[in-house]
T-cell receptor
């Protein structure tokens, strides 16, 4: 069965600090990978996704993620966070050609001015 | 322009009641989903429908019954509500494509069972 692990449950940073959130998945086949963000009290919004091609994908708001197939990882990065990045971040995976999206447990990011 | 909309946004009700949550998408997608987000923010898929046909039915009590009158709508009816049903319910939609599909989420319905 597929599973997704996000090891950082709660991250606290100051503005301008660099961010890296870990995401690892377990599945032997071809996968599609996603990062979603959920701002307080709001719905999930897509930050970025990887289907194929360049393993370094760029998303909205200056976020990027790198797919490392050998490590089954899809870590999210941002060089300089802002207070407005305070939110819950979810990594998600689905096996190619399936509808079922498996989410990680989420990472709560708090950015202080 | 609301892509995926849900009503109501908030729902407070007593144990034992029956309630429905509605979802509509105007993206022209062919697949719709219901997810449950618990108090620890964990998201789990409950159901998915493709062109009004049930595709995914996770281990969900049969008190939960999805209904898809057409491919733009997926409603969730819950019978005999229990305290443990309190959660945020998210609807999502996507369009099947060979390379993969992206799910777009609605604003959520916060259900509180007293």
């Amino acid at each position: 069965a597929q599973s997704v692990s996000q090891h950082n449950h709660h991250v606290i940073l100051s503005e301008a600090a660099s961010l890296e959130l870990g995401c690892n998945y377990s599945y032997g086949g071809t996968v599609n990978l996603f990062w979603y963000v959920q701002y307080p009290g709001q719905h999930l919004q897509l930050l970025l996704k990887y289907f194929s091609g360049d393993p370094l994908v760029k998303g909205i708001k200056g976020f990027e993620a790198e797919f490392i197939k050998s490590k089954f990882s899809f870590n999210l990065r941002k060089p300089s966070v802002q207070w407005s990045d305070t939110a819950e971040y979810f990594c998600a995976v689905n096996a190619r050609n399936t509808d079922k999206l498996i989410f990680g447990t989420g990472t709560r990011l708090q950015v202080f001015p | 322009d609301t892509a995926v909309s849900q009503t109501p946004k908030y729902l407070v009700t007593q144990m034992g009641n029956d309630k429905s949550i509605k979802c509509e998408q105007n993206l022209g997608h062919d697949t719709m989903y219901w997810y449950k987000q618990d108090s620890k923010k964990f998201l789990k898929i409950m159901f998915s429908y493709n062109n009004k046909e049930l595709i995914i039915n996770e281990t969900v009590p049969n008190r939960f019954s999805p209904k898809s009158p057409d491919k733009a709508h997926l409603n969730l009816h819950i019978n005999s509500l229990e305290l443990g049903d309190s959660a945020v319910y998210f609807c999502a939609s996507s369009q099947r494509a060979p390379e993969g599909e992206t799910q777009y989420f609605g604003p959520g319905t916060r259900l509180l069972v007293l």
